[in-house]
C-alpha cells in the first residue's frame, strides 16, 4: 500500500511577506538545509492544541521549555522504556513535535530503571507531591520578587559606605537571568508528576482495553476523572461571587462590567457591598492568576490584571441566576454516573481480577487528579507572573527608546534580550545619551512584526512528511488525539463529505444546535446561551462559559484534552480533533454534535452568519 | 379499573400463578420488571369459575363421571358435549361486561381498533404441559370484541379436549378447581425487530450488547433470510462501539386486509440506513439489560419496534431466554490478574514495539 503524505516542510508556502522568518527564531529551532534529508524522514504532527497561533520570537520559550522538559522527563527520569523524548521545530511560525522511539533493543535494560523510579513515585506520592506544592510556590514568589525598576541615577550613598562596589546594573542581569531560570524550574516541576499522572492512567486504560475489549474511551476516563478539582476553583469563585451578590442584592451593580474600577466603585457604595469585595478580595488570591488564554502567549490576559473579565462572567452568572438556572456544576448527578459505571464494569469481573481493577483505579483516581490541577500552578499562576514581569522589564527598556511598548520586547528572541540588556547597562554606566538598540529594534521590530502578521495569513499543516503505518504510542493518542485514524482522515481530507465531520468522541451526548467559531479567546463574550462552541482548541480557563453552551468542538485534541475533560466534567457532548472544523463551521451553521459518536453534522449553512452588534462584545448587554 | 376478574399487565398488582396461569402470570411479571411485552389483559381463572359457577360444573361432572378411560370413541363424545356446554353456556353479566370494559381499554390505547391475539393461560398441573395449552390455543389476528369473546370460549372448552381429560384421569388429577385463565394481547405491528444479546458472542465479553436489527417483523432475523443491521453497544454507557448496516433486502409486514404477513422488498433509501433510530436502539439495549438483570444471567431477547405505540413505550419484548453458547465462553483476552509492572500498562511486548517498528522504516 503506497502510503499517502503530508507535505514536506519545504513544499509548504511561504505566505507573501514572511520571507525571512527562520531568521526571527533562534537557530535549533528551525529546520536546517543541511538536515533536509534526516528531518523529511521523520513523521511531525503541529502541536496547535497548546500553540494556536504564530509564535512571536520571545514566545517560543514556553514550546521550548514545555516541550524539553516533557520529554526528558520521558528519555532520562523516568526512563520510559519505549518512549524518550518529543523532538520539536518551529516551522513558519507553528510549532511540530515528533516523537523519539526507544530503539528495540534498548527497551529491555530501561524496564529495570522505570520501574523502581515510577514505583517509588507512585509509593510516595502524597508526601512528593506535598512537597511539589512548595517548589512550585516558592518558585513562584521568587519569581514575584524579581525587580526590573530602573538603573538609579547614582548609586546610593549606603552602597558607598558599605563597600557594595555594585551599580545595580549586576541586579538588571541578574534578574533577567533568573526570571528565565526560575520559569524554566517550574516547567521542569511541571513535568515531574505529569508523565506520572499518564502512566496510571494508561495502566487502568489498557487493563480496562483487555478485560473489556472495545470499551469506550469515555467509560474508562469516567471512572477516573475526579468532580472536584482545583482547576475549576477560580470559576467556582466565581460563582459563589455571583451568588453572594444576589443574596446581597447587589445585582444593579453588575450592568457595567467592562469599567472594573466604576464596578467595583459601585458595590462599595452600597449595603452589603463591603461584605461582598472581602470575599471578592480573598478570591483573588491565588484564583486570579488565571488567563483565558493558555498561558503560552504573551498577550494572555489574566484575571487578575483585567477585573472587568471575571466581573464579566460573574454578572453573566447573576442573570441566570435571576433567571432561576442552576449555574453550579450537576457535580452530585456526576458522581452518582461515576459511581453506577465503576460498580457495573466491575460487577463484570470475576472476583480477582475486581481486585486487579479497583487498584489501578485507586492508583489512576489517586494520580489522575494532577494531571488537571498543574495547569493552575504552572500554566496560570507562573506563567501569569511571568508575562507580567515580562512587561514590566519591556516598559522599562521602552521608556529607554529601545521600543514602543511592553508587548514590542516579544519581538525579540529571549538571548536576544540579554544583548539588549548588556546594552542598557553599558549605556547607563558610561553615561552615553541612548542604547544603541534604540537605532536598531524600532525598525527590526516592525519588520519581524510583518513577518508575524504575514505567517498568521495561513494555517499550519496539520502534520509534515509520511506518517508511519500506525500510530500506537500511548501519550501521542491520549494527549493530542493522534491515532492512525485521525491521520488517515486528515490526508482523506478534500475527498470526504465537508457537511459530516469526524473527530474523537470526547464526552457523550448528542445535541443539534448552532455554531458559534471562536478562532480566540478575546472573542468569547460574543457566545449565546444555547450555542454549540467551535474552536480550534479550548482552554480549561474558558469554564465560565461551558455553563451556557451546549457542545464542544474542536479541531485538536484527544479524550484527555481540556475540551474533553470540562466537558465530561459539565455534561456536554463534546468532539474534539475533528482536524479543521474551525475553519469549515461557520458561525450559525446548524450542527449535530454527537458526542458518543465522535461526528459533527452541518445541518444546514445556509443560515446567515449572525452579525455582532455593537452591545455584543460586553458582558452587561450580551 | 380491576376486578378479580380481570388483571392488566401494567396494573402493578403481585402476579399470582393460581389466578393469571403460568402465561399471563410471565407477562405481568415482565411488564412489572420494565420488560414490556405487547399490551393486554389477563381474564383470570375467577371469570372462569364465575363461569362454569354451580350447575354448569355440576353438568360437566355428571358427564365426567360416566367416561370410559379405554375407549378412546367414548371419551371423544364426551369431550365434545362438555365443549358443547360449554360454548353454549351463557357468561355471567359481571364477567362479560369487566371483558368488555378491559377489551375496551386496551383498545383505547390506540387510533384505531387493532387486531389481537387469545390464548390459554393454564395453572400448571391441569393440563398436560403449559405447552400443549399454550402453544394449541393461541388464536391469532381477531378483529373486534365478538370474535375476542368467542376465543375466550375456546380457550376454556380446551380444558376438557379428549387429550386433557385423560391425562387427569391417568395422573390422578381432580377435576375440583379445574380452572383456567386467558390471556388477551395486542398483535404486534411490527415496523422493525431482532434479537438482542447481553454479550459479544464473538469473544463472550460480557460487557457488551450486540443487537442485529431489520424492518418489520423479526421472523427475518431469527431465520436468516435477510443480513440484518449488527449493533454493538457497550452495556454500561449503552454507547455505540461498532456498527454494520446490513442489506436487509425484504420485510415481513402484517397486512391488515388479511390479517397475515407478506413479504415485501425494502426500497434502497431505507435499505442504506440503520433500521433503529439512536433512541429506539437505546431501548432496545436497556431491554436486554434489564431481562439480564432480571433472570440474572445473560440473555438472548428477541424485540420489536410496534408502530401503534408511542416513542417510548414502543419497544415490546417478545422473548428472553438464558444465552448458554457464548457465556461459557471466557473473554479472549483475560488481564493478568497479577500483572505489577507498570511498564505493562505501556504495551509493552506488542503495540509499542510495532510502533517502533513503524516509526523506524518511516
Known sequence: MTMKSFPKPSELPVPEGAEGWEDIYPYYLVFQDELKEQEDEKFWFCDSQHWPTVFKPFETIGGEFAVKCLGQYNARHLMIPTAKGIDFRVHLGYLYMSPIPVPGEEVAERIEDFEARVGHYFANWEDLLAQWHTKVKNTIAEIEALDFSPLPEKVPFEDITSGKAMDGSERLMENYDRLIQLTYQNWQYHFEFLNLGYIAYLDFFNFCKEAFPNIPDQSIAAMVQGVDMELFRPDDELKHLAKTAVELNLQSAFDQTHDADATLDAIANMDGGQQWLEQWKQAQDPWFNFTIGNGFYGHDKYWIEHLDIPLGFIADYIRRLDNGDDIMRPTQRLIVEKERIVEEYRDLLDAEAQQVFESKRQLAVTAYPYVENHNFYIEHWTMGVFWRKVRELGTMLADLGLWETADDMLYLNRNEIRDVLFDVVMFHGVGAKAPIGAVKWPKEIERRRKIVDALKTARPAPALNTPPESITEPFTRMLWGITTEQVNQWLAGDDEDASQLKGMAASPGKVEGTARVIMHADELSEIQPGEILVAPITAPSWGPIFGKIKATVTDIGGMMSHAAIVCREYDLPAVTGTGNASTTIKTGDQLIVDGGKGTVEIVSGDKPTQVSGPGAHSHATA | ?362
Open chain 2, 1 to 362: 379499573m380491576t376486578n378479580a376478574f380481570i388483571e392488566h399487565f401494567d396494573d402493578g398488582i403481585e402476579p399470582k400463578l393460581e389466578t393469571l396461569g403460568g402465561k399471563g402470570a410471565s407477562l405481568v411479571t415482565m411488564t412489572a420488571a420494565g420488560m414490556p411485552v405487547p399490551p393486554g389483559f389477563v381474564i383470570t381463572t375467577a371469570a372462569f369459575d364465575a363461569f362454569i359457577g354451580t350447575s354448569l360444573i355440576a353438568q360437566i361432572n355428571e358427564l365426567l363421571e360416566s367416561v370410559d378411560v379405554d375407549d378412546v370413541a367414548d371419551v371423544d363424545e364426551i369431550s365434545a358435549k362438555i365443549r358443547g356446554l360449554i360454548l353454549e353456556c351463557p357468561v355471567p353479566d359481571d364477567v362479560r361486561e369487566a371483558t368488555h370494559t378491559a377489551y375496551n381499554r386496551l383498545q383505547a390505547q390506540f387510533e384505531q381498533q387493532v387486531p389481537v391475539a387469545v390464548r390459554s393461560s393454564a395453572t400448571a398441573e391441569d393440563l398436560p404441559d403449559a405447552s400443549f395449552a399454550g402453544q394449541q390455543d393461541t388464536y391469532l389476528w381477531l378483529n373486534g370484541y365478538d370474535a375476542v369473546t368467542e376465543h375466550i370460549r375456546l380457550c376454556w372448552a380446551s380444558l376438557f379436549t379428549s387429550r386433557a381429560i385423560l391425562y387427569r384421569l391417568k395422573n390422578d388429577i381432580p377435576n375440583d378447581g379445574l380452572s383456567m385463565a386467558v390471556v388477551v394481547q395486542k398483535m404486534v405491528n411490527s415496523s422493525a425487530a431482532g434479537v438482542a444479546m447481553t454479550l459479544d458472542p464473538t469473544n463472550g465479553d460480557r460487557s457488551k450488547i450486540t443487537v442485529d436489527a431489520s424492518y418489520g417483523v423479526g421472523e427475518t432475523v431469527v431465520s436468516g433470510t435477510v443480513t440484518p443491521d449488527n449493533i454493538q453497544l457497550d452495556k454500561v454507557t449503552l454507547d455505540i462501539v461498532s456498527e454494520h448496516i446490513g442489506e436487509k433486502h425484504v420485510e415481513l409486514i402484517p397486512d391488515v386486509t388479511t390479517n397475515s404477513l407478506i413479504e415485501r422488498e425494502v426500497d434502497a433509501d431505507r435499505r442504506a440506513v440503520r433500521s433503529l433510530t439512536d433512541e429506539q436502539l437505546t431501548a432496545v439495549a436497556q431491554l436486554a439489560k434489564r431481562a439480564e438483570k432480571h433472570y440474572g444471567t445473560p440473555q438472548d431477547i428477541e424485540w420489536s419496534v410496534d408502530a401503534d405505540l408511542p416513542d417510548g413505550e414502543n419497544i415490546l419484548l417478545l422473548q428472553s431466554r438464558p444465552e448458554t453458547v457464548h457465556s461459557s465462553k471466557k473473554p479472549a483476552a483475560k488481564p493478568a490478574a497479577t500483572s505489577g509492572g507498570f511498564a505493562a500498562s505501556l504495551g509493552i511486548g506488542s503495540s509499542i514495539s510495532s510502533m517502533t517498528a513503524s516509526f523506524l522504516k518511516s
